[in-house]
Structure formats: structure tokens, C-alpha cells
């Protein structure tokens, strides 16, 4: 394949721009992941408990406990992580609490966002801001 000066310029302008515009499908990485996780359904808020620290010391691991009394399943997400899936929590019928906790890493201040499906097909979510004074993930 033989490339003109031109078309090398065009293709290089044409990277540069597409690298500066802002993606929507990677703008709001964290909606996309709630809306798959309801099947688009808007979730609403209450009903999930979230116990996490109100500051964190260090961002490396982050104690996280979430619980949502007749829940299906329960995911975590975190707003600014590079990838917001943190956790996903799947309860069977004989399940003797919907529940669970884990350990999670921050990069930096950021909401930490539950969202619970429950047995009757709602959705409910609640987040906590955890504010992280040595960045996990690099920060």
C-alpha cells in the first residue's frame, strides 16, 4: 500500500482529531454500566446499604461492605477508576443474607455506587463519597 504525502497528512489530521473529540460511548463509562445492569431501567435510590470508610488512608484497599434485603444480585462500581465494574454479588434462593464485602482499590476521591436488583425486578442504588489520601491505582 503506497500512501501520498497527502493522504498521510489527511490520516494524521484525522487521528489527532479523533484522538481530542470526546467518545461518547467512553464518556460515561459508570451510566453505561448501571443501564446494563437494569436492562435501561432507572434504578431508584434507598433501599441498598453501603458501608464504606467516609476516608480512606490509602486507596490500595478500601474496605467495602454492601447489603440489600431481598436482593437477586447487588453490583459495585466506582465513578474514578479507569474500569468502574468493581464487584457484582449474586444471591440464590437459599441465600441466608444479601450481602457481601470486599476489599476494593481507589485511585483518588471518588462515589463508590451500589445497585441492587431485587426479587420483585426493581432496582434500587445508594452511593457514599470515599474521599482516599494515597491514590491506589497509580495516584
Known sequence: MNLT???TLLMGA???LAATLPMPAMADAVSDAIMAFTGGVEPT???VTLNAPEIA???NTVPIGVE???AESIILL??????PDVATFTFGPLAAAQSGS???RLAKTQDVIAV???SDGSFHKTSALIKVTIGGCGG
Open 68 to 70: 440489600a434485603e431481598g
Open 5 to 7: 504525502r497527502r493522504e
Open 78 to 83: 466506582s465513578t474514578g477508576n479507569p474500569l
Open 102 to 104: 470486599t476489599r476494593i
Open 116 to 118: 441492587a436488583k431485587m
Open 45 to 47: 435510590e434507598g433501599g
Open 57 to 59: 488512608e490509602n486507596g
Open 14 to 16: 484525522g487521528a489527532a
